[in-house]
């Protein structure tokens, strides 16, 4: 498939060959990711700080064992932080409810004061975490259920209410505002996984249970939410606008700037502290991945959660088989998705899957997500002993559960083809 054809412009080491991959160069790096726009230089100081923290609380791991995170001061900071912030939406709530039916003012002035206060604490409010829509229920998925049920016991940890097939490249676990679990499995990724990469996936997200990730971010997350609507309502679009003609038009502009100035200054300060907590929680949800892996290897075993991490870096050969479908065939053929997935899978030359790899180490440092990068994650599991894994994948009926799973190709294969077009047209 490849031949030494040419030499890399940079350092004259042998490229490979390919007209359908993309052709790099492995000691140097050249032309490993061909279209790549700089990222705006505003935000870097925040990004250089979170790599900078995130790649200490990954040295410091590497030399001692892998715990639970423990409640830290900045945590605490930041659930501070957040309270205060819904205290504020509900002294807002109050305080209108107070001005509408007890306060001394004109009728008119209590309607609209009190009014624009529920208004704005209406729109401030934390949202209830739902159930998710496309959730499936124990008769619905029964084989995938006993997996993860199965899986869920030997770990010692309460298994889900709701498992959810999605169309991502990913696996996520949420919860809803009665404490109830749902479990999101992607079908592009879960279809190209062993049986223990499987088993390792499901460890991983049952692992975020053990910690109660979800529950302990949704009030932070909240809090965010309800600080970026604060920034909405309060910014000004112009701090000095003439609305219409004539010298009473040009005063009552003017006696808008300090108005609007304050505005500004008020929707800074919701922007900074939003930042902040954003910045708070960063280190937490780095550990939190951390332990998830943990209790991944501790299912399936060092390798298979090792070899689970690389495949999460190929999400782009599945958008690009769901573009070849499309293209090739009909307009919105109904199957067909896993077995171009799987093909381009096996496709895949060596050093293809070597640039999707790097690609993905460096595109995760550069935005500092609050996912650790993927190397990261690797390298701490090779530096603690290797776990053989608790659960015995070759005794699980995973067939069964694929199945179930694969059943769904149709509905999820026309969610992928809409989110491709939604994703490349904007429609
Ligand atoms: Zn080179
Ligand atoms: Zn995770």
Not at 135 to 157: C, E, K, N, S
Not at 159 to 167: F, H, T
């Amino acid at each position: 498939m490849s031949t030494d054809t040419a030499c890399c412009p940079q350092c004259a080491a042998p490229l490979f060959s390919s007209n359908q991959y993309v052709v790099w160069c492995m000691e140097c790096e050249w032309n490993i990711e061909p279209a790549t726009s700089s990222t705006p230089p505003r935000h870097s100081i925040y990004r250089n700080l979170r790599q900078r923290l995130s790649q200490r609380r990954f040295e410091r791991l590497l030399h001692q064992p892998i715990s639970k995170p423990r409640l830290r001061l900045t945590t605490l900071l930041a659930y501070a932080i957040a309270l205060g912030v819904h205290m504020l939406t509900l002294a807002l709530l109050a305080g209108s409810v107070y001005v509408l039916l007890f306060s001394e003012l004109h009728r008119i002035w209590r309607l609209i004061g009190g009014g624009a206060g529920l208004a704005a604490a209406w729109i401030l409010r934390p949202r209830l975490q739902r159930r998710p829509a496309a959730a499936q229920q124990r008769a619905a998925l029964p084989a995938t259920f006993a997996l993860v049920d199965h899986i869920a016991a030997q770990l010692g940890i309460a298994s889900v209410d709701g498992i959810v097939i999605g169309p991502e490249f990913a696996a996520s676990l949420s919860q809803d505002w009665r404490r109830r679990s749902y479990l999101t499995l992607g079908l592009p990724l879960w279809i190209i996984l062993t049986p223990a990469e499987k088993v390792a996936l499901i460890g991983h997200e049952l692992g975020h249970k053990i910690n109660n990730d979800p529950a302990r971010r949704f009030w932070v997350h909240a809090a965010i939410e309800s600080l970026v609507q604060w920034d909405q309502l309060l910014r000004p679009e112009q701090i000095f606008a003439v609305q219409g003609r004539g010298i009473m038009a040009l005063l009552l502009a003017l006696f808008y700037i300090p108005v609007n100035l304050g505005m500004l200054l008020l929707a800074q300060i919701a922007r900074f502290v939003a930042q902040r907590l954003v910045q708070l929680i960063y280190l937490e949800s780095q550990q939190a991945e951390y332990y998830a892996d943990h209790i991944a290897a501790q299912a399936a075993g060092t390798t298979a959660c090792q070899s689970l991490l690389r495949k999460t870096c190929c999400e782009s050969v599945v958008s690009l088989a769901t573009q070849q479908l499309i293209v090739a065939g009909k307009q919105r053929p109904s199957t067909g998705i896993i077995s171009a997935i799987r093909q381009s899978m096996a496709a895949m030359p060596a050093h293809e899957t070597e640039r999707l790899w790097r690609v993905n180490l460096r595109t995760l440092r550069r935005s500092a997500a609050t996912h650790p990068p993927t190397d990261y994650r690797i390298q701490l599991q090779q530096a603690h002993a290797a776990q053989a894994g608790c659960i015995d994948t070759p005794a699980l009926d995973i067939a069964a559960a694929d199945s179930e799973i694969e059943q769904l190709e149709p509905a999820i294969q026309h969610q992928m083809i809409d989110n491709l077009k939604h994703a490349l047209y904007g429609r």
